[in-house]
């Protein structure tokens, strides 16, 4: 029978020492590191069925190695759990946030490393066993944006559940705030991943009778964008003209977050985000939303799919990229118009010609035809 292998990484040779011998004794097959960077070395052609890292370390610490590991597709999916210091609660904070599966606090105790060791290692089996597919080929992004969320709701709730009691209500709350951020963000990625499926089965229903005030739906896109982005809700100026839409809120409302949460993602913070709304003519209201961010090649604004995302390596990404491509598909569904001009490093301008509702005498709605 195969052992587990487990790599070990720390700067403390006794610490190092001591938990291999401890492992080696439980007849798991354990490796070492003194730094990330030695670290990567060895994964070069041995892999683990899980890492244990200290955070502070020389030359590569553990969340650069962290951040490497979680981009790398033949690695992404090994569990990970840091060794931390009692006093790193923010830097402990911010690696389960960014994916981190567990953690354990210096001084430990060996039987609560060998349990989160067989915890993590037998889930990761299962997942394994049942999924395979998603821990082989060049894209891991699917696996990524679900586990990512889910292990900062799973490794507070662990924190909170184990030792509330010995933090202060300050950094409680901002675990529960996190908790929250990382549930909404897992629920948006399955709710696209739901809506872009339906879109594949033809099963969307497109009410020809469907309106929404594009303004009222802006402003609410808008203030649900600023408890994401904190400090940043004047980022945004906008001129947008009263005007009933063809379309159902639900969708109008998704198309605007998206499209905006997209702008605000591939930009500078010190830049601004310039939308402008109004009637272009008899048929068809304007909309069109401007940053001056990192911009798309044109090679990748020919490529832009459903779960499509460019130089990942580089980008600070969040989502499966689903937004831009099912904003577009819901415009042609609703008869409207989807353009796009960008350029690299200059940013990018999306133009929606989306179709207008007029009123009848007597106050009945009508949807005008798109030539």
């Not at 109008?252 to 499209?259: G, K, R, T, V």
Request: glycine share 6%; aromatic share 8%.
């Amino acid at each position: 029978m195969n052992k587990n292998k487990i790599l070990i990484v720390d700067d403390e040779l006794n610490i190092r020492d001591t938990i291999t011998e401890l492992l080696v004794c439980q007849n798991y097959d354990v490796k070492a590191a003194c730094n990330g960077q030695e670290a990567l070395s060895l994964l070069e052609y041995w892999t683990p069925d899980l890492i244990v890292c200290d955070i502070m370390m020389p030359v590569m610490d553990g969340s650069a190695l962290h951040e490497i590991i979680k981009e790398s597709p033949s690695l992404s999916a090994i569990p990970f759990v840091f060794l931390t210091a009692k006093s790193e609660n923010n830097l402990m904070r911010k690696c389960l946030l960014q994916g981190a599966d567990d953690f354990l606090s210096k001084p430990f105790k060996i039987n609560e490393l060998i349990s989160i060791i067989e915890t993590k290692i037998a889930r990761f089996e299962k997942i394994k066993n049942a999924h395979h597919n998603l821990y082989s080929g060049k894209k891991n992004t699917f696996q990524h944006e679900i586990n990512t969320p889910l292990h900062g709701i799973l490794g507070f709730t662990n924190l909170l559940i184990k030792d509330e009691g010995k933090f202060e209500k300050k950094l409680i709350h901002e675990f529960y705030e996190s908790i929250k951020i990382s549930g909404e963000r897992l629920d948006r990625t399955l709710q696209n991943i739901i809506l872009y499926q339906n879109l594949k089965d033809n099963s969307l229903e497109f009410n020809d009778t469907s309106s929404a005030e594009i303004l009222k739906i802006f402003l609410k896109a808008k203030a649900k964008l600023s408890r994401i982005y904190e400090n940043q809700e004047t980022r945004i100026s906008f001129e947008v003209d009263k005007a009933t839409i063809g379309m159902s809120e639900k969708y109008l409302h998704f198309i605007l977050f998206e499209l905006l949460d997209n702008a605000l993602k591939f930009s500078s913070s010190s830049k601004m985000i310039l939308v402008s709304g109004e009637r272009f003519n008899d048929e068809y209201y304007e909309l069109v939303i401007r940053d001056f961010g990192i911009g798309f090649s044109e090679d990748e604004l020919k490529k832009i799919g459903a779960s499509q995302q460019f130089n990942r390596e580089k980008r600070e990404q969040q989502g499966l990229g689903l937004g831009l491509f099912l904003s577009k598909m819901i415009i042609k569904q609703t008869k409207g118009v989807f353009t796009i001009v960008s350029k690299v490093n200059e940013g990018t301008c999306i133009k929606l010609f989306l179709p207008l509702i007029i009123l009848k005498e007597g106050g009945n709605a009508s949807q005008l035809e798109s030539c």
